[in-house]
């Protein structure tokens, strides 16, 4: 059952014969106003067939290649096998494995390289002061002497003038 | 299947044995706040203080040194810092990063309550304390140790 603006489309572009075409021009209810607006309308159809012809496609390959690859993906099923039949994923027991024995490389790794620098028990160098400084204000005549011993192995950082305080100042 | 087990056990083994070397990596920090003073019947010293008993007496000369303040900090970044004090003094400890070989980089504050008394920097060598002479206390001396054990 073809709607009332079909109809209309098929008998503008002279589409409607016989029985159908006597019906829809009956229905019409101005026939010679119709009749002016389908000359009109042809008219129209002429003009623009005439003034505006279709532009030829430059890149047509182009174009059509994209559509191609467009249909191609969207009707791919989806399949968790690979172009050449084997399979993408490893299974979850060699994942496993995998990942163990690159910890243990790294352990190893580790251990060699712990190896190579061992903590002594004793360092070769006299720990050092490199730069101290007393309050001025709290101590306006505090003096700095440092002193390495190499035989008693230690560093003494040696100051004298610092402001006395009281005993209580000893307790824990 | 045994294949399986030994190479899993082999894992693990590694894995513990490089633990434990990397433990061993690690070194701690013993700082403290020692008040050295003559007395009639001196106390033997802390367990810490044993081996340096010797050199702070030929230091110091006095016949008692006593720890009022301590704390033990295992460096594990290298970049730490941490508090020895007592009930007036406190010692800021604060390590810093690029450490080497040769020693730990620590900045080093000495407070009196809230007034700082005197800040120094050093490099920290292992077994090889530093001692600083701080202010006279009563009859006493405060001194401040630091030994990377």
């Known amino acids: ?172 | 299947m045994q294949r399986r087990s030994v190479l899993l056990l082999g894992l693990w083994l590694t894995l513990i044995f490089g633990g434990v070397q990397a433990g061993n990596g690690a070194q701690t920090v013993w700082s403290g706040l020692v008040i050295a003073n003559n007395v009639a019947k001196p106390e033997p010293p802390s367990p810490e203080l044993i081996y340096l008993e010797e050199t702070l007496k030929d230091w110091f000369g006095y016949n008692q040194y006593k720890v009022i303040g301590q704390s033990r900090k295992v460096l594990v970044t290298g970049s730490e810092d941490w508090l020895a004090q007592s009930k007036y003094f406190s010692l800021h400890i604060d390590s810093k990063e690029g450490n080497d070989k040769t020693g730990y980089r620590v900045n080093l504050k000495l407070f009196q309550e809230s007034n700082l008394l005197l800040e120094w920097e050093a490099k920290l060598s292992k077994e090889r304390p530093i001692i600083v002479k701080g202010p006279q206390v009563g009859d006493g001396q405060l001194l401040l140790l630091l030994v990377v054990q």
């Not at chain 1, 101005?30 to 003034?51: M, P, T």
């Not at chain 1, 060699?112 to 101290?132: G, H, K, W």
């Not at chain 1, 190499?150 to 824990?172: C, F, I, M, N, Q």
């Open chain 1, 1 to 172: 059952m073809k709607t009332f603006e079909e109809k209309w489309t098929a008998w503008i572009d002279d589409e409607l014969t016989g029985h159908d075409l006597a019906e829809f021009e009956a229905s019409l209810p101005d026939l010679a106003a119709a009749e002016a607006e389908k000359r009109d309308a042809q008219k129209l159809g002429a003009f623009l067939k005439e003034h505006l012809p279709c532009r030829a496609m430059g890149n047509e390959e182009f174009f059509h290649h994209q559509l191609r690859e467009r249909i191609a993906s969207e009707t791919a099923v989806p399949t968790s096998q690979g172009a050449g039949g084997g399979r993408v994923w490893w299974p979850i027991g060699r994942l496993v494995w995998v990942g163990a024995t690159a910890l243990a490389i790294f352990a190893g790794v580790t251990f060699f390289v712990m190896r190579e620098n061992p903590a002594t028990d004793q360092s070769q160098y006299l720990s050092q002061i490199l730069n101290a400084r007393v309050d001025p204000v709290v101590s306006p005549n505090a003096t700095i002497t440092m002193f390495e011993s190499k035989e008693d192995k230690v560093t003494v950082l040696w100051t004298e003038g610092l402001r006395s305080l009281p005993s209580e100042y000893a307790s824990k």
